[in-house]
Each structure stands twice: as C-alpha cells, then as structure tokens.
C-alpha cells in the first residue's frame, strides 16, 4: 500500500503515507516498554533511546555534544539522526569554506565551557577586533572597537570546523551516544496523538525508534516543528544573500580584522575577516541581482564588489543635515573614529560564490509533550546582523540546563511541565533580537524620506551615546 501510494507523487501522498505510518505506530505504541530494544509482535526490534535528536547541524550536534559534558545528562542514551551522509571532517590546511559563521562571546562561552573552543582555535578562527556599520544615503555611522569591551567583539569560524569540533565528543561519548547518517526522519507520532508515553520516529528508509524526548533541530523545514502541529509565523524576503570568499589589496604585516557592514538600498553587503589577505563577503540584495552577481565573470564581480563599497548613493540634504546637527551637539565626538573604508578586494577565490534564499520564520511554542525546538526548526532571522546560529546556541545552553534540572528533579525527559522553562527561557531572549533584526531590515530597506532620516539619526545617535551603544553591543555579543 505505501508503494502505491507513493507513486501517486506530491505532498497528498506524502501526507497520507505518514498518517499511516503514524497509526502503525500509535498501535505499536501500546506494546511498548521502556526496555532498550523492544520487540512488538510480528514487528522487528525498535530501540528506544532516552533522547533523540532530529539534524545533526552546527546546533543539533552541539546540542549532543553539550549534553556529553553535562553530568545529568552524560550517561543518557542519546541517538542523533542526520539525513546528511557521515560528515568527512574539517581540513584546516584547505583553501577557506565559503559558510562562515560570526560566532559571539556567549557562544564562544558555549564553546569553552564544552572543550571545544581549543579546537577552533588550534585550527583556524579570525577575531573581529573593530566593526563599522554605514548606509549608504547619509553620513550616519556606527563603529565597535575591541576596547569598547575586554573581549573580541565576534569570531569568524567555519561552519564545517565548528561541526569538528563538537563531533569530536559526540564520538567520544559512544556508545551511549549514537549518530545515524543517511537517516531522513518522515515521521513523528507524539504521546498525545498515540496515547503511549513514548515519542516514536520513523525514518524515510522504514527504520523506527522510541525516545522519551524528541528534539528537532532539522532546521527552518523541519519535519518535528511540522508534527508538533505549532503555529508558525513566517515569510520570504524575496530576497537572497550571496556568499564568497575575496582576496583583499592588503599591506603585509597589516591586520585584517574589522568586520564591514554597508546598508545599501538593495540589503546589506558585508565583508567578515577569515585572514589577514582574505574575507568572507555576505552580499544580501534581490533575488535578480543575486543571480545577475553569481553568474558575473569573475572580475567583473570584483569590480561589482568594490563598487558596492564606495559608490556614492543619492544624498538626502535633510539627513546631512541632521548628521552634522547631531555631531555639532556632542561637539563632534561622534568623529572621533574616523571613517574608514574597507580594502579593495583583488580576486574572488574559485568555486565559492553560492546564494542562499532568506526568510523569517518564529514557531509560537518550541515545546510539546514528547518534543522539543532547537536552532532554526524553532527561528529564522536575517542574516544581517549574524545572529541566527547563536540564537540557536544560546538554545542549546538553555535546554541543557533545563533537561539536566528536570532530569535531577526527577521529571521525564519529555514531560512539557518541565520543558515549557526552556521554552520561556529561549523566548525572553530570541523574540526581542528576532524582532529588532527584522525591524532593521525593513528600515533599511526603504529610501522614503523620513524612514531615510529617522534610521540615520538612530545610528548616529547610537554612535554618540555611549550607555545606548553598549547595550546594543551587548545584545549583540549575547
Ligand atoms: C548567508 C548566511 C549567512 C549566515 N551568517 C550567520 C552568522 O554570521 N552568524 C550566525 O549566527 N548565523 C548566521 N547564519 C544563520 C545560520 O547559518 C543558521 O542559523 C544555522 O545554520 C542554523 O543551524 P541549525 O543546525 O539550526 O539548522 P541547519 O543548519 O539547517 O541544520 C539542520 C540539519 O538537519 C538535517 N535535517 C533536515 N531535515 C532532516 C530530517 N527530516 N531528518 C534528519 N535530518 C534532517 C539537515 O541535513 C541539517 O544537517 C547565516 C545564514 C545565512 C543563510
């Protein structure tokens, strides 16, 4: 019966087949036990894991890699689930990857605290010392030195050494910690819809399995968010971000360590550090443009790179105007950092432009009996302010402490009384950062007038008020 329906095709019979499968599985349910391996009649051996992650993505393996460390929840029989083959490892003698990640203190905190920062660090890693932040249609500027804080002010890291670096203790804590690749999760049948106290998944190639928690970390398309039945806020941008790794026209013996950002009328286009000849460029613009960008010859799309960076855009008189009024009252403290201009980009490296599509999206509850959200199955942000991955750290660090508590407390692992602290927790930080991200990108993405005006004179004012810059620096640094 699964085969016809499957020839049918498209989503109907993708659903219909899951259905199914989960009313096999709610039957199967009911013979259960929480043993190891447990056998129902006529059916094969199903393992039943204490937790189940669904992604082994940067948060997903993180997530397992930071449940390893955790005392409570060391000794737990965890299964990661990735649809991806197994992950080959991190060359740090290779050319750079073109997925970098600006990764913030709270999260390079994550990192330590999980012994996985040496690793980082021992193979290739690029403080960002300084940021600058400018539009394009007025003067207003913001800059973020080192000293404005002890600590650097982010870190650019590869998301493939990233994945290194937590997959290490992952496969350290074997056996009790497992990861299956190729292994594509289909279905989900939580204990409210089956009755049984169990979560059971069933993967794309047939196999089952039984958790008392089930934590999707399967990123913005997840599956578990899909089953959990959440609403979902979301929508596209139409836009996309084009990423590339860039030789930069820089001195030797110069540092290369500020991170660029310009606000262009278009989106965004950033320049991150990933050595001292060599940066990351995040361009995020129309999906047209996007295309038009990669398809461009190679130093036609250096030029187009430098362009974006010094192009003169329409001024808007009143806007000036109101810049010099701001730094005529702070009696020009807010050019004290003098404007710089990043360094001219000299080659584009082979085989590293990619575009990827963006959108918002914010699941109304990151919990269920049985279940869990993590990273982007739960949240999905721009990436203009490169918060998304470290929202999704600070979830791993908040639903480590929670399960470890609750776990000690005596609750099941799955039991939503408990988990809904997580849930509030990740909320009280994700929401306020996901709405002043998207806010961001709206106001900067309209060159009507006043919105022109009043978005210059917040940045500037930003700049020149020490007490409100470093509050948005420390949101941003987490
Ligand atoms: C251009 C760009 C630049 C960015 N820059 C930054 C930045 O500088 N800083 C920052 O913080 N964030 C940044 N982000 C955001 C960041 O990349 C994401 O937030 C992050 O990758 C999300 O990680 P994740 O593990 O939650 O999800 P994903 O990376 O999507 O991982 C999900 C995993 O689940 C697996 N999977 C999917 N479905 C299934 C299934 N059914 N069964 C089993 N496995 C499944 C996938 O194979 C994948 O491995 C950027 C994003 C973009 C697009």
Redesign the pocket.
């Known amino acids: 019966m699964l085969v016809l329906l499957r020839k049918k095709g498209g989503a109907a019979a993708t659903a219909q087949v899951c259905s199914i499968a989960k009313r096999l599985l709610a039957t199967t349910t009911a013979e259960t036990t929480t043993a190891e391996t447990t056998t129902t009649k006529g059916s094969p051996a199903e393992e039943h894991y204490d937790i189940i992650i669904?992604?082994?993505?940067?948060?997903?393996t993180t997530l397992a890699a930071a449940m390893t460390k955790n005392a409570t929840l060391a000794d737990k029989k965890v299964l990661l689930?990735?649809?991806?083959p197994e992950f080959k490892g991190f060359d740090a003698s290779g050319p750079f990857l073109n997925?970098?990640?600006?990764?913030?203190q709270s999260s390079i905190d994550l990192f330590k605290s999980i012994d996985a920062w040496p690793h980082i660090e021992a193979a290739r890693c690029k403080p960002v010392k300084q940021m600058q932040v400018w539009e394009a249609n007025s003067d207003a500027l913001i800059q973020i030195q080192q000293d404005n804080f002890a600590s650097d002010v982010a870190c650019i890291v590869e998301?493939k050494l990233i994945l290194d670096a937590v997959y290490a203790h992952v496969r350290a804590a074997a056996p009790n910690y497992k990861v299956l690749n190729k292994?594509?999760?289909?279905c989900v049948s939580l204990p409210r819809e089956s009755g049984a106290s169990n979560t059971r998944v069933q993967l794309q190639d047939g196999r089952s399995f039984s958790c008392e928690l089930l934590i999707g970390?399967?990123?913005?398309?997840?599956?578990v968010r899909k089953q959990m039945g959440v609403d979902v806020f979301s929508f596209k941008y139409d836009r996309m971000?084009l990423?590339a790794n860039l030789d930069l026209n820089i001195e030797d013996g110069c540092d290369n360590s500020v991170a660029w950002q310009r606000f262009l009328p278009n989106g965004p286009i950033a320049l991150?550090p990933l050595s001292d000849k060599q940066s990351s460029l995040?361009w995020s613009t129309t999906v047209p443009h996007a295309r038009q960008l990669l398809a461009m010859e190679p130093s036609q799309f250096v030029d187009a790179v430098n362009e974006a960076f010094c192009r003169q855009y329409p001024r808007m008189d009143v806007a000036d105007k109101a810049m010099q009024a701001v730094n005529a009252f702070f009696g020009n403290k807010g050019s004290q950092h003098l404007r710089q201009y990043p360094p001219r980009v000299s080659g584009l490296q082979e085989r590293t432009r990619a575009t990827?599509p963006?959108g918002f999206l914010h699941a109304s509850s990151y919990v269920c009996n049985g279940a869990a959200l993590?990273?982007?199955?739960a949240h999905?942000i721009h990436?203009l302010a490169?918060?998304?991955?470290?929202?999704?750290f600070g979830d791993v660090r908040h639903l480590v402490e929670t399960l470890a508590e609750g776990a000690y407390a005596g609750f099941r692992l799955g039991d939503t009384q408990h988990l809904i602290k997580y849930e509030r927790k990740c909320l009280a930080k994700n929401v306020p950062i996901m709405v002043g991200v998207h806010g961001l990108h709206s106001v900067y993405s309209t060159q009507f007038s006043p919105i022109v005006l009043l978005r210059s004179l917040g940045l500037q004012l930003t700049e020149n008020l020490p007490p409100i810059k470093n509050m948005f620096i420390k949101s941003a640094m987490g």
């Open positions: 669904g992604g082994g993505g940067m948060v997903g689930l990735e649809a991806a997925r970098v990640s600006a990764i913030n998301n292994a594509r999760i289909q970390a399967d990123g913005c398309n997840s599956v971000s990423v991150l995040v990827f963006l993590v990273g982007d199955a999905r990436p490169g918060q998304g991955v470290n929202l999704g």
